[in-house]
């Protein structure tokens, strides 16, 4: 059974595998749902239901071009340009960039590339086939997962596939005059997979604008592991450290991220998805300093059926304790789910439309 990837193949620089031609593709997704939550942040302490009509649920919405030429010689040229916008409002997304969700030009040869420009983060990628819902808009804690650097501009990265064995590593420019760590950011990660087992470790490092002569730190590492039990039966489970010096209200300072999860292939066009995440959040930064937090978990469920290749219908729900759904409240800035003052808990139920072209 395949993991629900799409998309992820251009950001892993899939031009690689059309090396013997030269040519440009389109592609995308549109994806849209109707979500129903409770206990949302409102105009008092006590919790709000709401319903919302969102772009994004399985993927979120975007199109892209990438492509590559032949240079001869088993060279090649390579760039990917990948644009995320709010199916519900028409608008761009990643702050209104035009190309924010990836912009890189590169080269390569055989298993060998290098690509320059705005791209994911080694730990993003590598982590990407242990992700419990290929990192789904609705309902996975994707920021909490891999950071909300998960793509760096000014990015240096080099690529290796070996067939079962994936690697890279990377080096964002900080572009401070006067220092070279100050804004910038590194990482490396791999995947090995042999027979049905497939194991990944990877480690992302960001640095806050030097000032004062000092600068501040944020480092993730993270480890997984992924077996296929039977054709259709695939586990998942992984581990995500993280030590946050970057100080920001409503942001995880040290934690611990566990999670687990099955994907069941039902049949021909069903698919059943189960997960559970735990976050042992240590230390958390507040308006007033530093707390310990009751420790958050989540439950999702995902049915997605395909209607065909390239369209399906799903229905995602989750259930979050102690904190907003998809911890995001313990995520500074991000704010798609807020959680009531007064609120213990969360629950989330969305029915959706996602088409791949």
Known sequence: MKTRLFGLACA?????????TSGVTLYGVVDANVEYTNHNLGSGS????????????LSPSRWGLRGTEDLGGGKRAIFA?????????????????????????????????????????????????????AYATTYEPVVGIAGANLREDNMVKYHLDLGPLAAEMHWSFGEQPGTVQG????????????GQLGIAGAYDSINSAKTAGNFSRTQKAAVGLRYQITPDLLMQAAYRYNNNGIVATNTAARDDMWWFALNYQASGALQLTGAFYYDNVKRLYTATGVTSPRKPW????????????????????????????????????????????????????????????
């Open 183 to 194: 804004s910038a950011g590194y990482g490396a990660g791999f995947d090995y997979r042999i």
């Open 298 to 357: 989540q439950v999702t469920l995902i049915a997605d059926y395909s209607l065909s290749k390239r369209t399906d219908v799903y229905l995602s729900t989750a259930y979050t304790k102690n904190a907003a759904l998809n911890f995001e409240n313990l995520n500074g800035a991000i704010a798609a789910y807020q959680i009531a003052p007064n609120e213990k808990d969360q629950l989330g139920v969305a029915v959706g439309l996602r088409h791949k072209f």
């Open 81 to 133: 340009l990948e644009s995320g916008f709010s199916l519900d409002t028409g608008s761009s997304t990643q702050g209104g960039r035009l190309f924010g969700r990836q912009a890189w030009v590169g080269l390569g040869a055989g298993g060998h590339q290098v690509t320059l420009g705005r791209q994911y983060t080694s730990l993003f990628l590598m982590m990407a086939n242990y992700s419990p819902t």
């Open 46 to 57: 006590g919790g709000q239901s709401r319903v919302a009509l969102n772009s994004g649920g």
């Open 12 to 20: 892993l620089a899939s031009a690689a595998a059309a090396a013997q």
